[in-house]
Structure formats: C-alpha cells, structure tokens
C-alpha cells in the first residue's frame, strides 16, 4: 500500500504565503516524478508543478515566476515534495493534489483546500 498525503493549506491573505508538504510511505522502491495539481471549482484539475527524481524543476505557465520565487523541492529521504507558494492571488484558491510517479505506478492524495482572501 501506498499512502499520499498532502499538508499545509489554509486561508491567507492576498500577497500572502503557503508552504505545501506531501509526504508519501507505504511500499515504494522509488519515485520518479513528484507533481502538485490544483483544481478550483467549476474547472478542470490542472498542473502547477512538477520534479524529477533528478530535482529538475518544471512550472505551469499560470505560476511561472510567483512560485519560482522558492519553489518546488523534494527530500528523497523522507518521500516528500514541497511547494513554496508566494504572492498568492484568490485565482489561486483550489484544492492542492499531490502526485507521485513510482516503480508500482501513480499514486495521489486526498488533496489540501489552499483559500485566497482578503
């Protein structure tokens, strides 16, 4: 079994800040990528970040240069992924879903509900 499980949102304020934790246990040989998605609602759940097991970072264009700031990053010894998110905007209230690319296949959690506003 494999669990995913994402932490950290919560309601901030416009300009604000939130640092998102994955965490992922359970029997896992290795994990190649690690991605966090996003899905407001009424829209479709899309991708703001992804990793390599390499620490090659990618980003949506929608957060390009917002949360390149810190960033994603990735412990690999601890099987977590995380996501610096920085001049946070209301466009960017949705639930936060994590998902993890291993040997056995792909795995995501139950998400964290990230809320913008003033």
């Known amino acids: 079994q494999v669990q995913v499980v994402e932490s950290g949102g919560g309601l901030v304020q416009p300009g604000g800040f939130l640092r998102l934790s994955c965490a992922a246990s359970?029997?896992?040989?290795?994990?190649?990528?690690m991605r966090w998605y996003r899905q407001a609602p009424g829209k479709q759940r899309e991708l703001v970040a992804g990793?390599?097991?390499?620490?090659?970072?990618?980003?949506?264009d929608s957060v390009k240069g917002r949360f390149t700031i810190s960033t994603i990053s990735r412990d690999n010894a601890k099987s977590t992924v995380y996501l610096q998110m920085n001049s946070l905007k209301p466009d960017d209230t949705a639930v936060y879903y994590c998902?993890?690319?291993?040997?056995?296949?792909?795995?995501w959690g139950q998400g964290t509900q990230v809320t913008v506003s003033s």
């Open positions: 998902n993890i690319y291993t040997t056995r296949g792909s795995y």
């Open positions: 359970g029997t896992i040989f290795s994990i190649y990528t």
């Open positions: 990793i390599t097991d390499g620490g090659i970072p990618n980003y949506a």
